[in-house]
T-cell receptor, first 104, second 114 residues
Framework: GQNIDQPTEMTATEGAIVQINCTYQTSGFNGLFWYQQHAGEAPTFLSYNVLDGLEEKGRFSSFLSRSKGYSYLLLKELQMKDSASYLC?????FGKGTTLSVSS | DGGITQSPKYLFRKEGQNVTLSCEQNLNHDAMYWYRQDPGQGLRLIYYSQIVNDFQKGDIAEGYSVSREKKESFPLTVTSAQKNPTAFYLC?????????????FGPGTRLTVT
């Protein structure tokens, strides 16, 4: 079967760093996507990894290990507006999302 | 402005009625998708279409139907056979299916059936 696992909830404080992990077992693989979704809104694209290693994009970085079926999203210098759900996906399959709460 | 539109944003129906949710894109994308989102469930794939006049079932297709008569349109019908239709429905599109192309999402339709 196909399965994508990520933690349900995480909390952090403003200015901190948080790492959201994702493990996947899928029948096909065309890359690992991360999306951000604020409550009641549509998901928006954050990052894409198809090769092993780290991709950095401003405050956000994403890592992939294909041999381990593992990815993480790293958020630095957290801001209140980063409070959202973060979805890991091997399209068109999504994980259940990790709800991140950032407090001051 | 290119994008995906879904209307209406909120939709209310009585149990036993069929309802059709619209999804239109002007991105010239070949692939389109319908997802359902329930609290704590993430996005679950209902149907997807890789090209006009062709579509495939996703993980939870029972009680739903779709059509793809035009490239830019992919309406979803929630039939009375769907046991728990109340949910947030998201439509998405991508240049083509697979091959590492990201999906772009519409704003969603929140359907409430009572």
């Amino acid at each position: 079967g196909q399965n994508i696992d990520q933690p349900t909830e995480m909390t952090a404080t403003e200015g901190a760093i948080v790492q959201i992990n994702c493990t996947y077992q899928t029948s096909g693989f065309n890359g690992l996507f991360w999306y951000q979704q604020h409550a009641g809104e549509a998901p928006t694209f954050l990052s894409y990894n198809v090769l092993d290693g780290l991709e950095e994009k401003g405050r956000f970085s994403s890592f992939l290990s294909r041999s381990k079926g593992y990815s993480y999203l790293l958020l630095k210098e957290l801001q209140m507006k980063d409070s959202a759900s973060y979805l890991c996906a091997v399209l068109p399959i999504f994980g259940k999302g990790t709800t991140l709460s950032v407090s001051s | 402005d290119g994008g995906i539109t879904q209307s209406p944003k909120y939709l209310f129906r009585k149990e036993g009625q069929n309802v059709t949710l619209s999804c239109e894109q002007n991105l010239n994308h070949d692939a389109m998708y319908w997802y359902r989102q329930d609290p704590g469930q993430g996005l679950r794939l209902i149907y997807y279409s890789q090209i006009v006049n062709d579509f495939q079932k996703g993980d939870i297709a029972e009680g739903y139907s779709v059509s793809r008569e035009k490239k830019e349109s992919f309406p979803l019908t929630v039939t009375s056979a769907q046991k728990n239709p109340t949910a947030f429905y998201l439509c998405a599109s991508s240049i083509v299916a697979g091959e590492g192309y990201e999906q772009y999402f519409g704003p969603g339709t929140r359907l409430t059936v009572t």
